[in-house]
């Protein structure tokens, strides 16, 4: 898909955000600015685009900096909702609804890549939802317990 | 007896190797690959290729019969089994030579020895090589594995009686853990091994890890191949190994040496293995101690090839063909010095999280003195089911300071995009002070932990750099940025993630 001068030109800012971080960049007639300041791109960096998440490789690091949409913002779960970062299998589940728990229990065991990963409550509560059973398969970003 | 055609019963970068040096030797290859691996690097090396199952390594490459049947029923006259998988199952290797193929490794009989970490502790006793204080309790329970760590003391390492590579294995450090220990330790060892016996042994504070590379062959000769220093560890599993070790003396060299070629000779090993040794203390008064004899061909095999100049895969296909061992005692020397990087796809700042995904970009370094092993291309998907390591890079230099920058530079031309990998950070053990002095021991990782993760913050420049990789305008690289699709966020959830 060809993006040439003259749409880059027209390109508006982005906003990228790596942690704390926001970068303004502006592309005007292929000059790059950031925050203002001309930046001069190192040959030798690599980048792709995944969605909102854009990879950069430059001597061996990575950075992986978030497009920033305004008016859109990426839904964030719920402060009390865990989930699994990577697809797994639900190995044990140590909680039901209405247990009490302490800052660091762990209330599931998930197994991915033949290691387990121990989900620990963030913070102390009662557990609310359970929405997972034993020897389940289940994706990232989906709610497993609700805590409150 | 000439071997014509091997069956690879693995998958990954090490069926790669094997095929390659089957490929060397003028043997055909036999690949075998689940519903996950259609279509897998190591299937398109191969000559032919059989399905062997579902996704699950239980239904696949876990699956004796079917794998026995691929074997017969492309007439492969010998299997190699890689590492990990079925490699030290004693049942594959007598499964083999029940069926009339040649098993690429020692003898099920040996393997059945030595895979009982009580047995072998026993014969190594008795074979006069020292072991670690360690007890398998007959009873099994919560109870009774508890009342062997406090017999043993704190700390302790419970683990898999069956076990290696670090699965099902636990530090006890305290009464309050133990029984959560004990129980994952159990679980993990029945899921990796299908045997829940777990082991309990005294654990040797900062202690190295050093091993012996040995090789048999059918006419009770054996060599050993020199030391592979092992000791950069994180949770058991090995990061980073390299030869020579820069703690060995010579002396402790050649005792380590004799001691591991006995330990062969008491199974009568054929092959190649590995003899693990927890190395206590410095120079010549340091004490090793036997941890364990791996009977299969290691990970970490590409760095005794380079120092020592041999290939031990295709060693280990003359051996089987029941040809002589191409090596006397004498004639091997250790030549320069090698590193091998192991490079997982992990979150080392979320705790060496497994990650899967999507490979964007991938591009290996190369280079005089570098080797990459690797399974995987651009584009494919790295599985959730199998091991998060994604290659290996091996690097060989004239000393371990010329060793440690040729890995450096070579990992800073090692770009993999899609994937979290491990890569900044084997830069920063490599380049840690303590990393270059040689002060390594197997809680270097954990004690250094924070430097060695550090999140860089980026040049403006590379924001430039960012904002550009979703239009066409930045060269070699949007080919791959527009044929990417926008993919689940993995790490949406991060935030919420314990930890």
Known sequence: ?148 | MTIGRVLIANRGEIAIRVTRACREAGIETVAVYSDADVDAPHVRAADRAVRIGAAAPSESYLNIPVIIEAAIGTGCDALHPGYGFLSERAAFAAACEEAGVIFIGPTADTIERMGSKVGARALMEQAGVPVVPGVTPADQSNAGLLAAVRSIGFPALVKASAGGGGKGMRTVDADAVAAEMIDGARRESMAAFGDGTLYVERLVRRPRHVEIQVFGDAHGRIVHLFERECSIQRRHQKVIEESPSPALTPRIRAEMGAAAVAAARAVNYRSAGTVEFLVDGAGDAAQFYFLEMNTRLQVEHPVTEAVAGVDLVRAQLAVAEGAPLPWTQESLTQRGHAIECRVYAEDPAAGFLPQAGRLLLYREPSGPGIRVDAGIVEGREVPVTYDPMLAKLTVHAETRAAAIDRAIVALRQYAVLGIRTNIAFLIRVLDHPSFRSGDLHTGFIDQHLDALTVRPEPSTALAGVAALAGTSSVRSTAHTAERVKPAADPWASIDSWGR
């Open chain 1, 1 to 148: 898909m060809g993006v040439d001068r003259q749409l880059g030109a027209l390109m508006p800012s982005t906003t990228l955000r790596i942690g704390d971080h926001e970068y303004r960049v502006d592309t005007i007639d292929g000059r790059v600015t950031v925050d203002g300041v001309e930046v001069e791109p190192p040959q030798r960096a690599l980048a792709v685009a995944d969605g909102d998440t854009r990879w950069v490789f430059f001597d061996g690091e990575v950075y992986e900096f978030e497009v920033q949409r305004t008016g859109r913002r990426r839904g964030t779960a719920h402060q009390g909702s865990l989930s699994a970062p990577m697809p797994a299998t639900v190995r044990k589940i140590n909680v039901a609804p209405g247990d009490a728990v302490n800052k660091g229990d762990t209330l599931l065991v998930l197994e991915a890549m033949k290691m387990e990963l121990p989900i620990r409550a963030p913070s102390t509560g009662t557990v609310k939802t359970v929405s997972c059973t034993e020897g389940q398969l289940v994706q990232p970003g989906v709610v497993l317990v609700e805590l409150e």
